[in-house]
């Protein structure tokens, strides 16, 4: 069970995505023989990564989002998707206005 060390609202949701992706915290502001200590000290499989978190003043996520603090982009990109293979198909379908790029002159 992972303990909450977080100071701040961004270190909280850090560790919620931590403990949703099943990565380690090893250390906590830890002593890395730096100027400054970073974060935290996490562990990624067979790695350990360093981490500074950075907090923005956003807005508190609604109720419905993933308890992670993520949402999937999969909706948003489909119709993103969707709608420029839309406009590709379309630009393919189009005729040249008599004249205009015909080669023709007149």
């Given amino acids: 069970m992972m303990v909450s060390m977080a100071l701040d609202d961004g270190e909280a949701l850090f560790e ?3 403990k ?3 990565y380690e915290i090893v ?3 830890p002593d890395l ?6 974060d935290y000290l996490i562990s ?4 350990h990564v360093v981490v500074e978190v950075e907090s923005f003043n956003t807005p508190p996520l609604s109720t419905d989002h993933p308890r992670s603090g993520f949402v999937s982009m999969t909706p948003k990109l489909r119709a993103i998707r ?12 189009q005729r040249p206005s008599p004249g205009c790029g015909s080669g023709e002159s007149t």
Avoid: C, E, I
């Fill in 20 to 22: 949703a992706s099943g």
């Fill in 33 to 38: 023989d730096t100027q400054k200590r970073p």
């Fill in 82 to 93: 969707d709608n420029f293979r839309w406009s590709q198909t379309a630009k393919r379908h």
């Fill in 16 to 18: 919620r995505y931590l």
């Fill in 27 to 29: 250390a906590y502001h």
């Fill in 44 to 47: 990624a499989g067979n790695k």
